[in-house]
């Protein structure tokens, strides 16, 4: 697991800083999986994610967040939702108290993969 750092350059800055975070698109399985990183968050304080179904078949995901990396202690933000194929998911959270954020997927049918595409982007 990595994690995705935020970058602090513009603290201090009377504007807010905002940062672009693009995935690796990840393939699901038949159990939750975490999309490539989880999100540090220690610099900024909302979140903006949108999940695209890239693969040819529906899948099911949800946001999790946690004061580890690990996310051991997670606090589901969006609950399981299914998404169909080409379609899309969104979270959005403008009050983010948590340090990590991650985004899981699964096939949504036993053994039929697809393929989750995520960016988001997270403003201090």
């Known amino acids: 697991m990595s994690i995705l750092r935020i970058p602090d350059d513009n ?47 529906s899948l099911d995901w949800k946001v999790l967040a946690g004061n580890t990396p690990t996310i051991d202690e997670a606090v589901e933000l969006q609950a399981e939702a ?16 948590w340090r990590y954020v991650g985004v899981y997927v699964k096939s949504s049918a036993p053994d039929t993969p697809s393929e989750a595409t995520v960016i988001a982007i997270a403003k201090g």
Do not use: C, K
């Open 11 to 57: 603290r201090g800055n009377v504007g807010r800083s905002a940062s672009f975070l693009e995935f690796t698109p990840q393939a699901t399985t038949n159990a939750y999986v975490l999309v490539d990183s989880v999100v540090n968050m220690l610099n900024s304080s909302l979140i903006s994610v949108t999940l695209e179904n890239s693969g040819d078949e």
């Open 82 to 97: 299914t998404v169909l194929t080409t379609a899309f998911g969104t979270y959005y959270s403008a009050a983010m108290v």
